[in-house]
């Protein structure tokens, strides 16, 4: 079993940054492969970002390329998202995922956080 609490959402001014941040409970966090995702109201719960176990590989969606960076360490058992050069469109509630393999598809995951707000203002 993992348990998984974001933190870090806030309101930002477009151009802004943020860091979030998805603590994880339960010893075998440095198995899963782990996510972010995001959903505003009304819409889909939608890929973000994902990195694998060791780290060594991440993945994006095209629409935050380039302005965010996923990370983890399993020493602390956290992952985080590095959010830069903010957009409006980026206004979302962000959750972090765990899962036996890397996905873009959210029914793949096992483990969700409770979500973190992010709003930008423009």
């Known amino acids: 079993q993992v348990q998984l609490v974001e933190s870090g959402g806030g309101l930002v001014q477009a151009g802004g940054s943020l860091r979030l941040s998805c603590a994880a409970s339960?010893?075998?966090?440095?198995?899963?492969?782990m996510s972010w995702f995001r959903q505003s109201p009304g819409k889909e719960r939608t890929f973000v970002a994902t990195i694998s176990w060791g780290g060594s590989s991440t993945y994006y969606a095209d629409s935050v390329k380039g302005r965010f960076t996923i990370s983890r360490d399993n020493a602390k058992n956290t992952i985080y998202l590095q959010l830069n050069s903010l957009k409006p469109e980026d206004t979302a509630v962000y959750f972090c995922a765990g899962g036996s393999s890397r996905s873009t598809s959210a029914g793949r995951y096992d483990y969700w956080g409770q979500g973190t707000q992010v709003t930008v203002s423009s």
């Open positions: 339960g010893r075998t966090f440095r198995n899963y492969a």
